[in-house]
């Protein structure tokens, strides 16, 4: 082998500075701005399954003592899931819209 014609795996050492594509996501800053996107998202997931958890303790205690479900309680659980369908869809790679706050709040009746 000649150094005109370097080996093929060689070809980035000498000379040229071609960026491999992992180099490039490497680098990315868009990649690193959605991991913290994420990691902002799967908190607030965590904190909107507790609130989730409190309304539907509500709802069964309300079922309990009135025998008839609450329209509120129920549309907030709605609202509720749709958002943290919202989140699973961002954290799965599913969309790019990024839920709220950064985006709209969903309508309690985009699950039906």
Do not use: C
Not at 32 to 49: D, E, H, K, N, S
Not at 53 to 66: D, Q
Not at 74 to 82: D, E, V
Not at 92 to 109: L, M, Q, V
């Amino acid at each position: 082998m000649s150094d005109e014609n370097p080996p093929v795996d060689h070809e980035a050492i000498n000379g040229e500075n071609e960026k491999t594509p992992i180099e490039e996501h490497l680098k990315s800053r868009s990649t690193w701005l959605r991991l913290v996107f994420m990691l902002v998202f799967w908190i607030l997931a965590g904190v909107t399954t507790f609130v989730a958890s409190v309304v539907i303790v509500l709802g069964f205690f309300w079922v309990l003592f009135t025998g008839e479900t609450n329209e509120q309680l129920r549309k907030t659980g709605q609202g509720i899931a749709a958002y943290i369908s919202q989140i699973i869809n961002y954290l799965t790679y599913n969309t790019d819209d990024k839920p709220f706050p950064f985006g709209e709040w969903p309508s309690a009746d985009q699950n039906d």
